[in-house]
């Protein structure tokens, strides 16, 4: 059975410094201080210089683990920045130290040649006085550190409360009038108990009968998604959970899963993409999946539960920006999981806080051990979901599809897995046009909003989100042609009837794109009236 860490102990970067090719070489288990000083060391400046990293195309390179692996010919370029020598805080200390030592060395010899005696008792008074200065010196500058850390605290929630003013944006899933306690008293929630401790009504979940077509048609990629209701696709979920037997799996209460639907629904922020309506349709494309290669086959009805639920859960509480603004912006999410996945871990942390709600706890009636395994493969789906690790799973993927893959081994299950509920994340263009390009729309609009907030606060912006660079089709076009197409073709080796569902209409869409890029390009034709000078003037 395999091992995830012998498949990449360590990553490799290629470096550009001043023109001069380098080489790192890191566990993927450094923080971001050990690279920091690894790069630092390889550029020849001191490790409290500002070190940063730009790709071949001029976009900053987020310094973490995480950071996506490049090759030998396009190299990061490093700009290195060392901090003032003049600053108190940097030899201050330093100089009144030696101030102390040379005094004390000074009095050591005229009381020696004076004397030749020590007197002891009046020189340890006279270091103790001045250690003491120097210790609070030292103590004032650790208080004026902290005071420093909590205005930029200050300042990045201004930021917010300015930008929020801005946008005149009102998160309708944070809003609620609904009775919090028996005394029938209404009250705001604060985050943690809006999740922990809310008892949800039933009242407004109304239970929808579903026609046999619709119940065939929820199977098909090509669903529409767009033609539902918030409570019309809760009941549809709750029907998936019900005809894949997962109800019957984990002895779930009915009530209980409708009580978890809902408190998930509320948990999405009404983001343009990262919203309800995503989870609805990730959720869908993976019940389409297990329906189209028969994953019951090959996979346990845990393992089925898993998949849902993670899809379910995968993008909970998502702020509408991503892991790089979470990182530059220095945010409390990136503080709090070291810059690793910030956005994937904290959507786990809020799955797992819903579940720990016995109303909500759909794996309430599971013994011990099933629910340590639940839980582990939940995390480990959800994590997968961060881009950042494409490339380090599809390889992981396609070592274990030669010479020919082994579904009793659980490496290669786990693999399998992690690339459905990424095929899932992103599979918009696997539906018809007119399903996809809203969601094109929708992304793009999420993607301006974060390019218009980092230009405001002065951060690094992606050309793929700058509003000034970026169109519809240039957005897709690579996109589908080198993450997409390779993606499913590789799990259509696996499961043949993903390249006629799936891939072709990825092509269609990667055509039709391209189309739309060459039409823009094109310039437009001449009006009558230019004509008509023409005529005349020849």
């Given at each position: ?111 020696f040649s004076k004397e ?157 993409f990262h919203n309800f ?211 499913f073709e590789t799990v ?47």
């Amino acid at each position: 059975m395999g091992n995830a860490s012998s498949i990449e102990p360590t990553k490799t970067i290629f470096l550009d410094i001043d023109g001069k090719k380098e080489k790192i070489m890191f566990s993927r288990h450094c923080g971001t201080r050990d690279i920091h000083d690894l790069i630092a060391h390889a550029a020849g400046v001191s490790r409290y210089a500002e070190i940063s990293l730009k790709d071949s195309t001029g976009a900053f390179v987020s310094l973490n683990p995480t950071m996506p692996i490049n090759t030998q010919s396009s190299p990061y370029k490093v700009t290195s920045k060392e901090p003032s020598p003049t600053t108190e805080s940097s030899n201050g200390d330093g100089e009144v130290f030696t101030q102390v030592l040379s005094q004390v060395a000074s009095q050591f010899n005229n009381q020696f040649s004076k004397e030749g005696v020590f007197k002891v008792e009046e020189i340890k008074t006279d270091i103790a006085t001045r250690l003491s200065a120097l210790e609070r010196k030292m103590e004032l500058e650790g208080l004026k550190a902290v005071e420093i850390e909590k205005c930029k605290r200050d300042i990045s929630d201004i930021k917010d409360q300015i930008w929020n003013a801005q946008k005149k944006f009102v998160d309708f899933n944070r809003l609620s009038n609904e009775t919090q306690a028996d005394s029938g008293e209404t009250q705001t929630p604060s985050r943690d108990t809006h999740i922990m401790n809310r008892k949800q009504t039933l009242s407004t979940y109304r239970k929808y009968t579903l026609s046999q077509e619709t119940i065939e048609y929820l199977k098909q990629p090509t669903f529409d998604i767009w033609h539902w209701e918030p409570n019309e696709m809760l009941s549809l979920l709750e029907h998936m959970f019900h005809e894949l037997g997962l109800v019957a799996e984990f002895n779930i209460n009915p009530i209980t899963l409708k009580r978890f639907f809902l408190c998930v629904q509320e948990n999405y922020r009404n983001n343009p993409f990262h919203n309800f309506r995503h989870c609805f349709c990730v959720t869908q494309m993976m019940y389409g999946m297990i329906h189209l290669c028969h994953l019951w086959e090959v996979m346990t009805r845990e393992d089925l539960g898993i998949l849902m639920t993670a899809c379910v859960c995968h993008d909970l509480d998502h702020p509408g920006y991503n892991n790089t603004y979470q990182i530059n912006a220095r945010t409390e999410l990136a503080i709090r999981y070291n810059d690793i996945s910030p956005l994937e871990n904290h959507h786990c942390a809020v799955a797992f806080k819903i579940l720990s709600n016995p109303e909500c706890n759909i794996f309430a009636n599971v013994d011990k051990d099933t629910f340590k395994r639940i839980r582990a493969g939940i995390t480990m789906l959800i994590l997968a979901t961060d881009m950042a690790r494409h490339g380090e799973i599809m390889d992981n993927f396609k070592m274990k599809l030669e010479p020919e893959f082994d579904y009793k081994n659980k490496d290669s299950l786990d693999t399998l897995k992690m690339v459905l509920i990424k095929c899932c994340d992103i599979s918009n263009e696997v539906r018809p046009m007119e399903v996809s390009e809203p969601w094109v729309d929708c992304l793009l609009e999420e993607y301006f909003n974060q390019s218009d907030r980092e230009k405001m606060e002065g951060l690094p912006v992606a050309p793929f989100m700058d509003r000034d660079k970026v169109t519809k089709p240039t957005a897709q076009i690579g996109f589908i042609k080198f993450v997409l197409i390779p993606m499913f073709e590789t799990v259509a080796k696996l499961f043949p009837v993903i390249d006629s569902t799936m891939v072709e209409p990825l092509r269609i869409a990667r055509d039709r794109y391209e189309d739309m890029k060459e039409k823009n390009s094109m310039p437009p034709p001449p009006s009558q009236s230019n004509k008509k000078k023409t005529v005349t003037e020849k």
